[in-house]
């Protein structure tokens, strides 16, 4: 019995896609950074009581060490680690 090797040619169904696929080392990077932030500032003192600070505050804070944060970062990052913060007095 004589077998001859298959030909197997690639299906083309369309025009050739590249695939940008997404840095996801820097995306893990920045949200371990992120909810490291959070969980070492979420505490502020206010008229000498201790309480939790907004995504707002934590936001201006980070501004001020050198992070760019948003507040729906801050908050969202907060709630994929279950992180406690404050929210926003409304008037």
């Not at 980070?62 to 507040?71: A, I, S, T, V």
Request: hydrophobic share 35%.
């Amino acid at each position: 019995m004589i077998t001859e090797a298959i030909r197997t040619e690639p299906w083309h169904f369309g025009p050739e896609r590249r695939i940008v696929l997404p840095r996801r080392r820097e995306q893990l990077k920045r949200a371990r950074q992120l909810t490291e932030f959070i969980t070492a500032n979420r505490f502020g003192r206010v008229k000498g009581f201790t309480r939790l600070r907004t995504p707002n505050e934590l936001a201006k804070l980070g501004r001020e060490q050198g992070h760019d944060f948003k507040p729906m970062e801050i908050e969202y990052a907060a709630a994929r680690a279950m992180l406690a913060i404050g929210e926003p007095v409304k008037n």
